[in-house]
């Protein structure tokens, strides 16, 4: 099967891949770790989050923290899955091209 089928169009995005990149390894990011992560603004954040939040990619969790919101972020089962599935066939496309 070729790897190609496997990629997601939702993660052509540097800042989708990022963000999945680091719920995938964190337990839980919040949006301001988000942002100074990847350098961006918050409407550009929020946009990007709000697409994967929509396919089910990520939960999201409103609270506070004192007096100040914080949101945060999770990856979900189909996140995970499809994410691992993204870069799977990312790796495989690298080790054919050697």
Do not use: C, Q, W
Request: hydrophobic fraction near 40%; proline fraction near 1%; avoid cysteine.
């Amino acid at each position: 099967m070729n790897p190609i089928n496997n990629l997601n169009k939702l993660f052509d995005s540097r800042v989708r891949l990022g963000i999945m990149s680091a719920l995938i390894v964190n337990d839980e990011v919040n949006f301001n770790e988000l942002k100074e992560l990847l350098e961006i603004t918050d409407g550009n954040l929020a946009s990007h989050l709000k697409a994967l939040e929509e396919n089910d990619f990520l939960k999201v969790e409103k609270g506070f923290v004192g007096r100040k919101t914080n949101t945060t972020y999770t990856i979900t089962k189909a996140g995970e899955k499809t994410f691992k599935a993204h870069i799977d066939a990312l790796e495989k496309m690298i080790r054919a091209t050697k």
